[in-house]
């Protein structure tokens, strides 16, 4: 029955797999798209002794989420929606666990299908309506940078003067995309290395401002360059290393924070370690 309904499903989203399997190739800011599968099927080996042990006991409610997931893959393939044709894969999911394996077997595997959200780019109206925020935090910040390096400098919403170039914080430098990234990497960073649940969602939270900081830096970096040694110097090769780079920098800051969250007891004080 498992086999059959695999291939069912398999075969309805083909179309929906494909073209997000095409886009994590093709859009660097989505090939992390990869992994996710990945690690959500190791989350569920993690807990195979927890679910051998869990009674099956369908669940009729799951007809209502298995339902409901097939309406989104339809509303959406109706009104070309790519987010809610893709999100409701993970709903039919969590459907098909409930209506078939219980309430039980859904709580138990929650987090590895929700796990899965990350591998979903996000949709357009969120990414409309948060990017220029963040454009305009990152010109926001690299003015002031600049400016305290004692380069001349004028912001003009988005758009950043200097005495001999003018840069534009454009959609793709809003860090929208490497925030994603990074809220994923946390994720997982901090399933790993925290115990405590509040831990975790400390954690996680923090990848947010630290990846929205990064970025910031990252377009500071790049008005220093092309101030110094123009326009061309901030294109090219530095705009794709410095992503990179920046990326690692950030990760970098949030293994520190786990760091010190793990010398944090559960009662809010630092452990002292003795060492006699």
């Given amino acids: 029955m498992a086999l059959v309904l695999g291939v069912q499903i398999l075969w309805l989203y083909w179309p929906v797999l494909k073209a997000l399997l095409a886009q994590w190739a093709e859009d660097p800011n989505y090939s992390h798209g990869f992994l996710v599968p990945v690690l959500s099927a190791y989350f569920v080996w993690e807990r195979r002794e927890k679910l051998q042990a869990l ?14 997931g097939l309406l989104m893959l339809l509303i959406g393939s109706v009104g070309a929606e790519l987010y809610a044709q893709r999100a409701s894969l993970i709903v039919v999911l969590a459907g098909l666990v409930l209506l078939i394996l219980g309430r039980d077997w859904l709580r138990v595997l929650a987090f590895p299908i929700a796990f899965l959200f990350f591998m979903i780019p996000l949709p357009a109206i969120v990414v409309n309506a948060v990017s220029f925020p963040l454009q305009l935090f990152a010109a926001k910040t690299a003015t002031f940078c600049l400016f305290n390096f004692g380069i001349p400098v004028l912001r003009e919403g988005n758009v950043i003067v200097l005495a001999g170039t003018t840069l534009e914080v454009a959609e793709a430098c809003s860090g929208i995309r490497s925030l994603q990234a990074l809220l994923a990497l946390g994720t997982v960073y901090a399933y790993f290395s925290q115990r405590a649940m509040w831990k975790r969602w400390v954690l996680v939270l923090l990848s947010i401002p630290i990846a929205i900081l990064a970025n910031a830096f990252r377009v500071s970096g790049t008005g220093v360059l092309a101030h110094y040694f123009g326009i061309e110097a901030a294109e090219g090769f530095y705009h794709t290393f410095s992503g990179w780079l920046i990326f690692v920098v950030a990760f970098g800051l949030l293994l520190a924070c786990g760091a010190t969250l793990s010398k944090v007891s559960t009662t809010g004080k630092l452990r002292v370690i003795n060492d006699e």
């Avoid at 009674?55 to 409901?68: T, Y």
Wanted: proline residues 14%; hydrophobic residues 65%.
């Fill in 55 to 68: 009674p099956v006991v369908p669940s009729f409610w799951g007809v209502g989420l298995l339902a409901f």
